[in-house]
Structure formats: C-alpha cells, structure tokens
C-alpha cells in the first residue's frame, strides 16, 4: 500500500511559478508510476502529468505541456510537479496518484491523495 501526501499549494498571481511534492509512504514507491491531476470547480477531474518507476518516460496534458515539469525521487519517496507561467485556468485542486501504469486514465491508479488547493489571480 501507499499513502500520498501532496503539499506546496497556494494563491499566486498569473505568471508566477509554484511547485507541488507528493510524499508517498510505504516500500511500494518506487514500483509505481505516478501521475498528477487536477479538479477545477464544477468541472470533472482531469490529467496533468505522469512520470514512470524510473523516470524515463514523462506524459503531459496539452494544456499544459511546455510549462509544467513532472519528477520524481526515489531516494525521498517524492514526486514534484512545477508549475510554470501559471494561468488562471490552472486554478484547481491537483492531486497526485500512485499505480501500476502510468498514464492519463485515471482509472489505472490505486491511491489518491487528498489534493492541493492552486488559486492563480489574474
């Protein structure tokens, strides 16, 4: 099992630059993929970002592909996500998730954490 605890939300101004860790525990760390989503109000949840157990292979969502950065260390049981040229519809709560597979379904991912709140003002 794992349990994911994301950190490093917060309110900046568009433009600005943020950088979220998810700390994971449990041995079984560095034999999952990880991935971040996000949930903008009144909309469904979606994908940002994955990175594979060896960091290898990164996938990222067109919207934001070129300004966000997954990583991942497997030394701190960690993966980071920043967040670049921030735009106000980058305003949600990201999430990071731990599965088998990395990718865009969400569905291939076993645990959650509880999310980080992202506010961008414009």
């Known amino acids: 099992q794992a349990q994911l605890v994301e950190s490093g939300g917060g309110l900046v101004q568009a433009g600005d630059s943020l950088r979220l860790s998810c700390a994971a525990s449990g041995r079984t760390f560095r034999r999952l993929s990880m991935g971040w989503f996000r949930q903008a109000p009144g909309k469904e949840r979606e994908f940002v970002a994955a990175i594979s157990v060896s960091a290898g292979s990164t996938y990222y969502a067109d919207s934001v592909k070129g300004r966000f950065i997954i990583s991942r260390d497997n030394i701190k049981n960690t993966v980071y996500l920043q967040l670049n040229s921030l735009k106000p519809e980058d305003t949600a709560v990201y999430y990071c998730?731990?599965?088998?597979?990395?990718?865009?379904?969400?569905?291939?991912?076993?645990?959650w954490g509880q999310g980080t709140q992202v506010t961008v003002s414009s």
């Open positions: 998730a731990a599965g088998t597979v990395g990718s865009a379904n969400e569905r291939h991912y076993d645990y």
